[in-house]
């Protein structure tokens, strides 16, 4: 087969043990990785984050430490050392695994000395709104990195690199805060108008109007690529930055490195379309984004059961309306259980859900850390009470991938003419054998759908690579069979062996 099915795999999830073992694991995995199929690893932000050790990372501290330097309490990540990131890195390219890190720009957090700032307090439901004239607050927005003694950058950050925060340590309040400078009285511009203007998030929001925090983050940009020499990047909250940044410095990496860096959003909008729309139109067709329209979907179907209508299932999705920009999932370290957008697809659908993103010739499917290998975690939910969540390995994923791998190839027709009964069917590759293969899924009762697959397989049998149905399929001179489903399953054909 002269090109193989790109599959991307995130590498982590949100409660992934904090024992600096994640690295370490994934140069273990990396042999089983490749021999399923993935094509591409999805890391977590590998730089040292306010908490140290303990931080899943999206809390970032200081851009150049990846687990070398001691500071806020703690030499390793939460996931290793440089040492070992390094290596894991190098051991997956190896294997053909390209490498996509998660760039996380949109603020600071933990800094080391505070200044005495001017700010305007503004409304939390409505970021335009000003509860203040401008007054005195302390706030930590000067960063030196002491532990870095500035080897690789001497820059420091100072509250004219942000544009806003949210804790005053004289009053020791917590709110949101315009800090007011010289770059603008406003907040950058979004292309929503959520929240009046939703550029804050959280912690110290980066200025990106400021033109030496713009160089130093191009200049970290290039020294993170020399370090790694990374493949693609994952690009977190974008929806809170502005896409004039992200389109000049996305130009700038590709055309510093002389490489085509994948590059995929997170712009976080289950059931709004337009708004993803929206956002490639205004990134200019430069980065991919996750389709959360079709995750909203997919957990929406699992809770609905046989009350789901499947033919609309890519109604209204990402993949449906721009399939080459597309990454689609299942779930993430925010949909998981306890996590803020909460939204897991029930358990008995996952395989399904895999089948409609694996199997498929539109979208760039995303593979979960837990679904592959299983977690058992503790946190407490928005009752206030400790939950024990076991996540356990996804049924037939791994046979799900082989086929990805082998079989997903060539052709596809669609059949989705039924509420409770979808399929479709892959012609495979020409000359390529066994890559092909028939998909039928139910969210009901057990099914049997006549579908073509092509002619040039008349009198070819077929099996059940789930081994969920029995017997075997033959396809009749027309190129056309009848295939069968389990009730509430999914089945998939693929071609004997001869």
């Known amino acids: 087969m002269s090109m193989q099915n790109n599959t991307m795999m995130q590498y982590f999830h949100w409660y992934y043990p904090a024992d600096g073992s994640l690295w370490n694991h994934l140069k273990e995995n990396a042999t089983k990785l490749s021999s399923l199929g993935i094509t591409a690893v999805w890391l977590p932000p590998a730089c040292k984050a306010s908490v140290g050790g303990l931080s899943v990372g999206y809390d970032i501290y200081d851009l150049y430490d990846l687990g070398e330097f001691d500071q806020k309490s703690s030499v390793r990540t939460k996931y290793g050392t440089k040492e070992d990131y390094l290596v894991a890195i190098k051991l997956l390219q190896e294997k053909g695994i390209n490498v996509y890190v998660d760039i996380v ?148 990496m590709r055309a510093e490195t002389g490489k085509e860096l994948f590059c995929v959003g997170e712009y976080w909008a289950p059931g709004d379309l337009p708004l993803l729309l929206k956002y490639i139109e205004a ?31 890519f109604s209204d999705t990402l993949v449906g309306a721009q399939p080459l920009l597309a990454v689609t999932l299942t779930d993430n370290h925010d949909t998981q259980p306890l996590q803020a957008l909460e939204a897991p697809i029930a358990q008995w659908f996952k395989p399904i859900a895999y089948a409609l993103i694996l199997l498929r010739q539109d979208g760039y499917p995303c593979v979960f850390f837990p679904d592959l290998f299983g977690s058992i975690y503790t946190d407490k939910g928005s009752d206030g009470e400790d ?59 057990a099914a049997t759908k006549s579908m073509e697959i092509g002619k040039h397989l008349a009198g070819r049998t077929f099996y059940d690579l789930m081994q969920n149905q029995e017997g075997k399929i033959t396809i009749d001179e027309n190129g056309k069979a009848d295939f069968t489903v389990g009730a509430g399953s999914v089945a998939v054909w693929v071609l004997e062996d001869l």
């Open 387 to 445: 939950h024990e969540i076991h996540m356990p390995v996804v049924d037939d994923l791994e046979k799900l991938l082989n086929c990805r791998k082998n079989f997903a190839y060539g052709e596809q027709k669609d059949y989705f003419d039924n509420a409770n009964c979808i399929g479709w069917t892959r012609a495979g590759s020409e000359g390529v054998e066994k890559s092909s293969c028939a998909v039928l899924i139910s969210n009901s009762d």
């Open 105 to 252: 720009l949109n603020h600071l957090a933990g800094g080391d000395e505070k200044e005495l700032i001017k700010v305007r307090k503004v409304q939390e439901d409505n970021r335009l709104e000003f509860d203040s004239d401008a007054y005195d607050i302390e706030a930590f927005t000067k960063f030196t990195y002491p532990g870095r003694a500035k080897k690789y950058s001497d820059f420091e950050w100072t509250h004219t690199c942000f544009s806003g925060v949210d804790y005053d340590d004289i009053k020791q309040e917590t709110a949101i805060y315009k800090i007011v400078n010289d770059h603008a009285e406003m907040w950058d511009e979004m292309i929503t108008e959520e929240k009046g203007n939703y550029d804050y998030l959280m912690y110290n929001d980066i200025e990106f109007r400021n033109g030496a925090v713009v160089e130093e983050l191009k200049k970290w940009g290039i020294w993170y690529h020399e370090t790694t020499r990374f493949s693609g990047m994952r690009l977190d909250a974008v929806k809170h930055i502005s896409p004039h940044f992200y389109n000049s410095w996305i130009d700038y």
């Open 283 to 313: 990134s200019e067709g430069r980065m991919s984004l996750f389709d959360s329209a079709l995750q909203h979907n997919l957990h929406t179907a699992s809770n609905a059961g046989k009350e789901y209508d499947l033919t609309s299932i």
